[in-house]
Nanobody, 126 residues
Framework: QVQLVESGGGLVQAGGSLRLACAASGRTFSNYAMGWFRQAPGKERDIVSAISWGGGRTYYADSVKGRFTISRDNAKNTVYLQMGSLKPEDTAVYYC???????????????????WGQGTQVTVSS
């Protein structure tokens, strides 16, 4: 089992920044690829960004490329999502997730993720 706890969400004006953090506990964090997803009301849960267990490979959805940065600190069992130039359409509940992979690549499909956090609300006002 892996337990994931997100933090850092909140209310921010358009153009502002937030940094989300996801603290993991349980099994060896460095064995898991990690991802951030988001879900707006009435919409599906979509991937935002993902990072391989070694941290050397990343993935970004087109909608956030150039604005968001994912990183991880395996010594602290934590993955981060630095969000900049925020837009009202970024408003959603953001979820952290862990994916057990045999190779050091990001997981980009929701079905590849084994464990989920409870989510943190991000609201961007116009």
């Amino acid at each position: 089992q892996v337990q994931l706890v997100e933090s850092g969400g909140g209310l921010v004006q358009a153009g502002g920044s937030l940094r989300l953090a996801c603290a993991a506990s349980g099994r060896t964090f460095s064995n898991y690829a990690m991802g951030w997803f988001r879900q707006a009301p009435g919409k599906e849960r979509d991937i935002v960004s993902a990072i391989s267990w070694g941290g050397g490979r990343t993935y970004y959805a087109d909608s956030v490329k150039g604005r968001f940065t994912i990183s991880r600190d395996n010594a602290k069992n934590t993955v981060y999502l630095q969000m900049g130039s925020l837009k009202p359409e970024d408003t959603a509940v953001y979820y952290c997730a862990a994916s057990q992979r045999r190779i050091d690549v990001p997981s980009t499909l929701l079905a590849q993720y084994n464990y989920w956090g409870q989510g943190t609300q991000v609201t961007v006002s116009s």
